[in-house]
Nanobody, 123 residues
Framework: EAQLAESGGGSVQSGGSLRLSCAAP????????MGWFRQAPGKQREAVAA???????TYADFVKGRFAISRDATKNILYLQMNNLEPEDTAMYYC?????????????????WGQGTQVTVSS
């Protein structure tokens, strides 16, 4: 499995912003569907955002208008810009890949996971 390396997590106050990064091999960033999942303590893991091989993006309803997924094929990095963070966004965030094209937030089926980066939002 290719190694995915997340970074950018931290602690912020409600209303703040963070940008998560996920470094991945070039062939993944340039050709796979990718996304972000999150898992809060005591809750199930949930999909947050997805980007397909054509750079089309989809989002979970609970982050629409606040989060933005993107990737830089020149740097081989996937990003998740998170604005107007809320305490409910507190979770471990995971970068994922899916080697099937045309994936959206509803059908993303990760075949590889990063180690996660913690995001904590205080009120």
């Amino acid at each position: 499995e290719a190694q995915l390396a997340e970074s950018g997590g931290g602690s912020v106050q409600s209303g703040g912003s963070l940008r998560l990064s996920c470094a991945a091999p070039a062939y993944i960033v340039r050709g796979y569907s990718m996304g972000w999942f999150r898992q809060a303590p005591g809750k199930q893991r949930e999909a947050v955002a997805a980007i397909d091989h054509m750079d089309r993006t989809t989002y979970a309803d609970f982050v629409k208008g606040r989060f933005a997924i993107s990737r830089d094929a020149t740097k081989n990095i996937l990003y998740l810009q998170m604005n107007n963070l809320e305490p409910e966004d507190t979770a471990m965030y995971y970068c994922v890949t899916d080697n099937t094209p045309f994936r959206t937030i509803d059908n993303l089926r990760p075949d590889n996971w990063g180690q996660g980066t913690q995001v904590t939002v205080s009120s």
